[in-house]
């Protein structure tokens, strides 16, 4: 299985992304596909999650500001972020698998990451 994330780039405090994984088959595969994110220093932590019956979660750190969605058809996962702040800085990875817990890195397959940095 391979995960291919896109879509990072830079953008000032307040702009959008839209992050992208595409999965080398299909993502109803899986359990449940999801997004976490490193900053600088910091461990990896869990920013968004969609099962295959469509049960989402999110961090509460982007509650409100960033959603996650699915395209079966593509086998590809979004993740559309607004109005972001510079504590969101990091690199982005995709993870996909049967997770024991949605928020943990439990995760069976993971994608090579895309940066994203906010800052003006």
């Known amino acids: 299985v391979q995960l291919q994330a896109s879509g990072g780039g830079l953008v000032q405090p307040g702009g959008s992304l839209r992050l992208s994984c595409a999965a080398s088959e299909s993502i109803f595969t899986f359990y449940a596909m999801g997004w976490f994110r490193q900053a600088p220093g910091k461990q990896r932590e869990f920013v968004a999650s969609i099962t295959r019956t469509g049960i989402i979660h999110y961090a509460d750190s982007v509650k409100g500001r960033f959603t996650i969605s699915s395209d079966n058809a593509k086998n590809t996962v979004h993740l559309r972020m607004d109005n972001l702040k510079p504590e969101d800085t990091g690199v982005y990875y995709c993870?996909?698998?049967?997770?024991?817990?949605?928020?943990?890195?439990?995760?069976?397959?993971w994608g090579q990451g895309t940066l994203v940095t906010v800052s003006s």
């Open positions: 993870a996909a698998g049967w997770p024991p817990t949605l928020t943990s890195p439990e995760y069976d397959f």
